[in-house]
């Protein structure tokens, strides 16, 4: 394999998780500033609410351990790449729980 390949894998899970990050950063920021971050006034729900993206992230490692366990890919890539995937469903999960219910009546 030449030198340009191993960097290639090497810092593609990087640039990718940093892409992801970047991207969940000013979608939040921007929510932020709207004032359109999720909120629901029920007791519990709230702590659900803010810990969607850190559990997100804890599956996305766990599954990319268990997948690195099975398959011949590096350990740290997987990780990096699994918190990475695990942030960006965490945010999706985020947006969908925090919508709004509309009432038609």
């Known amino acids: 394999m030449g030198p340009n390949l191993e960097v290639m894998r090497i810092l593609l899970p990087v640039l990718i998780a940093g892409g992801i990050a970047v991207f969940v950063g000013i979608r ?11 909120k629901k006034k029920s ?3 709230p702590y659900l609410l803010d810990s969607l993206v850190p559990l997100g992230m804890m599956v996305g490692c766990a599954t990319a351990i268990l997948l690195s366990l099975f398959f011949s890919i590096s350990l740290l890539s997987t990780i990096g790449l699994g918190a990475g995937i695990g942030l960006l469903l965490g945010y999706f999960a985020y947006e969908i729980y925090s919508k709004e219910k509309e009432n038609y009546s």
């Open 28 to 38: 939040v920021k921007h929510k932020y500033k709207i004032g359109k971050l999720g």
């Open 43 to 45: 007791k519990g729900t």
